[in-house]
């Protein structure tokens, strides 16, 4: 089914461990996002990507890394993961622009 | 980076009266977009408005945009009970190639 999916659902790790949020969409978008959600902020974004190789940060990227090697998936790494970044985060998608979309989330919860 | 900021944070109506949340932004924008995020959902986009654009329609929603007072409105008409969710303005300079900066949202609760 075309869309963009997010993995896993849910997650819980502890403090310094890394890990791993996937994000697949099967537009051909040439854009991708990462924002984190959280009570009181809203939405902010972490990281966008123009194409395949071309990342750049948005707001809030401390602490987080993204690689683009294909068009298709767009994936953030937790490199040593603290509690402040426990939040809800989700991907989107967009030819340029034009509105964006979402995936469902991921639940990310560091004890 | 401009944000929109919504106002009322949190409104709850009866089904079939109408509901009005605004928006306000602090920049120059390309256009405003408004999403819906139903709970534990992603966002989903109801609404384009471009800045040369004063009002647009689509079937219960109506928004408006006043780019002298850097403020948007979103209505909805005879309200449903699956209207309930939250309402979210987004701006981008670029049009959103950079990223949309979003406000904290209106929380919609429709009374049966």
């Known amino acids: 089914d075309a869309g963009i999916t997010q993995s896993p659902r849910y997650k819980i790790t502890e403090t310094g461990r890394q890990v791993t949020l996937m994000c697949h969409q099967t537009w051909s978008h040439s854009y991708m996002f990462w924002y984190r959600q959280d009570l009181g902020h809203g939405l902010r974004l972490i990281y966008y990507s123009a194409a395949a190789d071309i990342t750049d940060k948005g707001e809030v990227p401390d602490g987080y890394v993204v690689s683009r090697s294909k068009t298709e998936n767009f994936p953030l790494t937790l490199e040593s993961a603290t509690r402040s970044q426990t939040s809800v985060y989700f991907c989107?998608?967009?030819?340029?622009?034009?509105?964006?979309?979402f995936g469902n989330g991921t639940r990310l919860t560091v004890t | 980076s401009q944000q929109g900021e919504e106002d009322p944070q949190a409104l709850s109506i009866q089904e079939g009266e109408n509901a009005t949340m605004n928006c306000s932004y602090k920049t120059s924008i390309n256009n405003l977009q408004w999403y819906r995020q139903n709970s534990g959902r992603g966002l989903v986009h109801l609404i384009l408005i471009r800045s040369n654009e004063r009002e647009k329609h689509s079937g219960r929603l109506r928004v408006t945009l006043d780019t002298s007072k850097k403020s948007s409105s979103l209505l909805i008409t005879a309200s449903r009970a699956a209207d309930t969710a939250s309402y979210f303005c987004?701006?981008?300079?670029?049009?959103?190639?950079?990223?949309?900066?979003f406000g904290k949202g209106t929380h919609l609760i429709i009374q049966p």
């Open positions: 987004a701006t981008g300079e670029g049009g959103g190639a950079d990223g949309l900066t």
């Open positions: 989107a998608s967009s030819p340029r622009f034009t509105p964006l979309h």
